[in-house]
Structures are given as structure tokens and as C-alpha cells.
């Protein structure tokens, strides 16, 4: 059963402290990895893809990494507009455009 | 370039009731999948339409239904409603099926009482 986790479950940084997001899955082939912000009350808004081992991505002050069994969300110099919660998702190989199998996110508050 | 609406935002329902859920999907969008996200957790596959055939579902009963439209809107249907039914529904869309970034909507609070 394609499984994915994500840690810490919360997390509280100062403006301007860097930290790193963490999803670490089980799937059976992966076709893709994605993250998402979710606002509060809000549905969730795509931010990356990651399809293979060593790709990154990088967004504003995010940048996003995949291995074979995880991936982080660094997020450099964050400022409070950067509080939300980010899921992390994953679409296996034979499971063609069915469906992502999310994690139950991180809640990441940056208090200025 | 429209985004996926969802209606009705907020909804209250009683334990034993149906109801419908609708979602506009984004222009030129023809895959559209629902989601149910409890508080505090991440959103679960409900099933996905492409081209008004349902096209993979999740582990919900049937008593959660849907249907697609010719111009690619969509309704979810949950009969027989309970208590553990309460939780935000989201519909996302995409142009078409694969590992593409859906554009999800800001969904349905669906409390049942």
C-alpha cells in the first residue's frame, strides 16, 4: 500500500530562520511527487513536481529536493506570508492519473 | 483564465440525509477528482471522472457517487450520511489524466449533525 508521512507535524520558526520540511513515502514505482501549500479554509495550491531521484525545484524561497525514499522542502529566509500547511502527495506508477496519496501535511508558522 | 469553483461553500446537514456537492472545473479541464480532507488531515481520494466516466475510486463506500457533465463539471453525491462524514470536500481538475499539478478548489465544509 503506497504510504506517505511527513514530519515535523508542526513547526514554528522567526522570520528569516531557514528550515527544511521532510516526506518520506512508500510506493510501489513512483510516477511523480508533489507538493502543495494549503491556506487555512482554503483548497490546496500546487507548488512542485518532482519525477526522479536528485531533481530540485525551486520557487521564491522554496526549493525542493527528491530522493528514492524522501523529499524535503527547504524554505530559505521564510516570512510570515510563508505560514501555511504543505502537503506532500504521491502518484504511483501503476496508478495512471488515478489519484495522489497525500500526507497529512506540516503547519508551518513564521511569526515575524 | 477561470479557476475551479465550488458550491455551496458551507453546508449542514443531518445524520441519514443526502446531498450534492458541485464543482466547475478550470477551462479546458477535462479530469476532474474529489478529495475528502478531515480536520487536521490530508485530503483522501474519493474517485476521478475523465470524459463523464468515472475513472478510479478510493475506499469510500457506495454511497458516495458522482457524475460528470458534457462541459466537465461534476457533482458528488453522499447518501445516507454520518456523523463521520463531516470534513472539507475538495474537487480538483486537471487537463487531462497523468502527473500533472491538479488545481484543486476551496472546496465544500460539509458538517453533519
Known amino acids: 500500500e503506497d504510504q506517505v508521512t511527513q514530519s515535523p507535524e508542526a513547526l514554528r520558526l522567526q522570520e528569516g530562520e531557514s528550515s527544511s520540511l521532510n516526506c518520506s513515502y512508500t510506493v510501489s514505482g513512483l510516477r511523480g511527487l508533489f507538493w502543495y501549500r494549503q491556506d487555512p479554509g482554503k483548497g490546496p495550491e500546487f507548488l512542485f513536481t518532482?519525477?526522479?531521484a536528485g531533481e530540485e525545484k525551486e520557487k521564491e524561497r522554496l526549493k525542493a529536493t527528491l530522493t528514492k525514499k524522501e523529499s524535503f522542502l527547504h524554505i530559505t529566509a521564510p516570512k510570515p506570508e510563508d505560514s501555511a500547511t504543505y502537503l506532500c502527495a504521491v502518484q504511483a506508477a501503476d496508478n495512471y492519473g488515478q489519484n495522489f496519496v497525500f500526507g497529512p501535511g506540516t503547519r508551518l508558522s513564521v511569526l515575524p | 483564465e477561470t479557476g475551479v469553483t465550488q458550491s455551496p461553500t458551507h453546508l449542514i446537514k443531518t445524520r441519514g440525509q443526502q446531498v450534492t456537492l458541485r464543482c466547475s472545473s478550470q477551462?479546458?479541464?477535462?479530469?476532474v477528482s474529489w478529495y475528502q480532507q478531515a480536520l487536521g488531515q490530508g485530503p483522501q481520494f474519493i474517485f476521478q471522472?475523465?470524459?463523464?466516466?468515472?475513472?478510479g475510486r478510493g475506499n469510500f463506500p457506495p454511497r458516495f457517487s458522482g457524475l460528470q457533465f458534457p462541459n466537465y463539471s461534476s457533482e458528488l453525491n453522499v447518501n445516507a450520511l454520518e456523523l463521520d462524514d463531516s470534513a472539507l470536500y475538495l474537487c480538483?481538475?486537471?487537463?487531462?489524466?497523468?502527473?500533472?499539478?491538479?488545481?484543486f478548489g476551496s472546496g465544500t465544509r460539509l458538517t453533519v449533525v
Open positions: 480538483a481538475s486537471s487537463p487531462k489524466t497523468g502527473n500533472y499539478g491538479y488545481t
Open positions: 518532482l519525477y526522479s
Open positions: 477551462s479546458g479541464h477535462n479530469t
Open positions: 471522472y475523465y470524459r463523464e466516466e468515472e475513472n
